[in-house]
């Protein structure tokens, strides 16, 4: 398993921007596949993103399409979730997760390895 730290939460602004950002132990991070995640108060943690091994796939949950961006620099071990355009429905904890399948799931299942969490909270 990796061991992962999550960064760059906060509070912001209804339409503000954040960065969020994954740093893993590991040093054959480049194979994992990485994906984040989002818990709401109270709620089943659901699928946000997730990129591969290269970064060449991505995929996104339906709503945050066009407004979020995963993206990964291997030499460094971290991944990032770029948001923009956030919404109050966006607050939750986010958690970034590796996957050792090379492809781009989205169910949690099959992430082994899972950082503590970052809170993001949008509100005016």
């Known amino acids: 398993q990796v061991q992962l730290v999550e960064s760059g939460g906060g509070l912001v602004q209804p339409g503000g921007s954040l960065r969020l950002s994954c740093a893993a132990s590991?040093?054959?991070?480049?194979?994992?596949?990485m994906g984040w995640f989002r818990q709401h108060p109270g709620k089943e943690r659901e699928f946000v993103a997730t990129?591969?091994?290269?970064?060449?796939?991505?995929d996104y949950t339906d709503s945050v399409e066009g407004r979020f961006a995963i993206s990964r620099d291997n030499a460094k071990n971290t991944v990032y979730l770029q948001m923009n355009s956030l919404k109050p429905e966006d607050t939750a904890v986010y958690y970034c997760?590796?996957?050792?399948?090379?492809?781009?799931?989205?169910?949690?299942?099959?992430?082994?390895?899972w950082g503590q969490g970052t809170q993001v909270t949008v509100s005016s």
């Open positions: 997760a590796a996957s050792p399948y090379n492809t781009t799931p989205r169910s949690p299942i099959l992430y082994n390895s």
């Open positions: 590991e040093r054959a991070f480049s194979i994992y596949t």
């Open positions: 990129v591969n091994w290269r970064g060449g796939n991505t």
